[in-house]
């Protein structure tokens, strides 16, 4: 007994006590940023609070709802979705916001300097059993002289000119990953004091892996090179990859990019034929650009096998994009497999 106590007490106090506002302001962020961000992790909050709640609050399942993609809305989508919406449009430096949930983008405050896009609970086919699921961020400046936040040409910007990014897993604990284009860090929300803690400087993607993360019901509908790279997977060790792979699908994409940042891995959802029309199934502005943000920050890579994904210019708020991202070197592997395009990292 005393052995595991000391233990516990080392573990404790190995991690770094500092709260997020310290990280935040050492990474150097503007204060209007700082409270942009705090925001976004109330509503967070809250929704966290909600998720335990579940069915004694009476708000799993369905609503009679369709979202612009045609999605069945679930009762949380759309409580996450304007409890984000409601705290992002009083804060006075957000100009407009942008969300997986509504239809066109919202205006903010018309002086506000940022642009806030987010999918309020994705992977939200969990909600109802009991799963993981999580809220994506992603922070760009609203260009000078623009219109206001409802006008969406002023949110269309490539990743790349994204200021900060994040998401929030609602798991066995609520964590929140981030980046302002300093590294990626860690926190744990304490629940008992309501604050995010720093609990993992840094983190890294380790550069290879035997682990892929794909939704394998998909397989006939996909291109060549991607049908190429699963089947070389599947061939193991006797393929021409040389190793053995192991398969994980959460259908979170917050819980499947977590788990690569924690041990590695590749996570796919590339293009596929279902309907031609759409570039793929995950969303560029608030699912594809944020995640590639904090993948590329934390060494590892993003592409849409054709190109890395924050250079892709988008048209509209809703638009989808294939995503392959993760360890560095299985990356490339896939990348390679399109021939077309190499990645210069
Ligand atoms: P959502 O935003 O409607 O929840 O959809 C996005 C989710 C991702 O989290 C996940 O990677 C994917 O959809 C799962 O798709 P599938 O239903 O094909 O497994
Ligand atoms: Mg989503």
């Known amino acids: 007994m005393l052995k595991l106590s000391i233990s516990f007490n080392r573990k404790v106090e190995r991690f770094s006590m500092k709260r997020l506002d310290q990280v935040i302001s050492q990474e150097g962020v503007s204060a209007e940023l700082e409270l942009v961000i705090k925001d976004i992790l109330v509503a967070c909050k809250d929704i966290a609070y909600k998720l335990g709640q579940g069915e004694l609050a009476g708000i799993l399942g369905a609503t009679e709802d369709e979202n612009i993609q045609g999605e069945t809305q679930k009762m949380l989508d759309v409580i996450s979705n ?110 008992n004091v309501g604050e995010f803690v720093l609990t993992q400087e840094q983190l890294k993607i380790t550069e290879d892996t035997a682990e892929f993360a794909i939704n394998m019901s998909n397989q006939r509908f996909w291109e060549p090179e991607m049908k190429e790279y ?37 996570f796919m959802y590339p293009y596929d034929s279902r309907d031609p029309s759409k570039a793929g199934k995950l969303r560029l502005m608030y699912e594809g650009n944020p995640m590639s943000m904090i993948v590329e920050q934390a060494g590892g890579l993003s592409s849409t096998g054709h190109q890395c994904i924050m250079d892709v210019e988008p048209q509209d708020i809703h638009d989808r994009v294939p995503v392959i991202l993760g360890s560095k070197n299985e990356v490339k592997k896939v990348v390679a497999m399109y021939g077309d395009y190499i990645t210069k990292s």
Not at 172 to 190: A, I, Q, R
Not at 251 to 257: D, I, K, Q, R, W
């Open 230 to 266: 699963i089947d070389h997977c599947l061939q193991g060790e006797e393929g021409p990859l040389g190793k053995r792979y192991n398969m994980r699908w959460v259908a979170s994409m917050v819980a499947e990019v977590h788990r690569i940042l924690i041990r590695g891995g590749i």
């Open 82 to 191: 304007d409890l984000l919406k409601d705290t992002l449009c009083s804060n006075a430096f957000v100009k407009g916001v942008g969300s997986e949930e509504e239809d066109y983008t919202i205006a903010g405050h018309a002086d506000g300097k940022y642009l806030v896009t987010f999918d309020p609970l994705d992977g939200s086919s969990n909600i109802d059993v009991n799963l993981s699921v999580g809220t994506i961020f992603s922070i760009l400046e609203a260009p000078e002289d623009s219109r206001t936040g409802d006008d969406q040409n002023i949110f269309l910007q490539p990743g790349r000119k994204q200021v900060a990014a994040g998401y929030v897993l609602y798991g066995p604990s609520t964590l929140l990953v981030m980046t302002t284009g300093k590294g990626v860090n860690l926190f744990t929300l304490d629940a």
